[in-house]
């Protein structure tokens, strides 16, 4: 497996819910693509000083997405793309 790091901000155009009302992105935008991811992903919370961010792992079925997010969803950056 190869990860390219990536490090710039996308668009999220489509969000989901979990059962706890937990948004997650469901659809991304990055360079005139759209990927389209298939499950709720895996989340981690990370605080430094009194910063929140948190660091969502996504799969559109063929690679993995490593986002993240320290604005309460407002601005995403893509860190990585694992294939």
């Known amino acids: 497996m190869s990860q390219i790091k990536i490090n710039e901000p996308v668009e999220i155009t489509a969000i989901g819910f979990r059962k706890n009302l937990a948004a997650y992105p469901r659809r991304m935008e990055y360079r005139g693509n759209t990927y389209d991811f298939i499950d709720a992903g895996l989340r981690c ?13 996504m799969s559109d079925g063929v690679s993995n997405y490593f986002l993240r997010t320290d604005s309460g969803g407002k601005k995403w950056i893509l860190l990585s793309i694992a294939t």
């Open 45 to 57: 919370l990370v605080k430094c000083s009194d910063r929140i961010a948190e660091v969502i792992t």
